[in-house]
């Protein structure tokens, strides 16, 4: 049986992918259908959070840590 020549394909997969949520980033080396090498890539959700803050004081910010990871809660 003849086997396929492939060659070797970088895929980035997210943020905006259905499955990663909007947090996750994954660039995947494939060869054919098979995944030879996938690397994390985090810390899309930052949205200077941290200058928002530091305008505040401790019990105005508390909403705002709720809302940092939309999917924790599920």
Do not use: W
């Given at each position: 049986?003849?086997?396929?020549?492939?060659?070797?394909m970088?895929?980035?997969?997210?943020?905006?992918?259905?499955?990663?949520?909007?947090?996750?980033?994954?660039?995947?080396?494939?060869?054919?259908?098979?995944?030879?090498?996938?690397?994390?890539?985090?810390?899309?959700?930052?949205?200077?959070?941290?200058?928002?803050a530091?305008?505040?004081?401790?019990?105005?910010?508390?909403?705002?840590?709720?809302?940092?990871?939309?999917?924790?809660?599920?």
């Amino acid at each position: 049986m003849p086997t396929l020549r492939t060659e070797e394909m970088m895929l980035n997969m997210g943020p905006q992918h259905p499955s990663t949520h909007g947090v996750l980033k994954i660039v995947l080396s494939l060869e054919g259908e098979r995944i030879v090498k996938a690397t994390p890539v985090m810390g899309f959700l930052h949205r200077g959070v941290e200058k928002l803050a530091e305008d505040g004081t401790y019990h105005q910010f508390i909403p705002h840590t709720d809302r940092l990871d939309y999917v924790c809660a599920m």
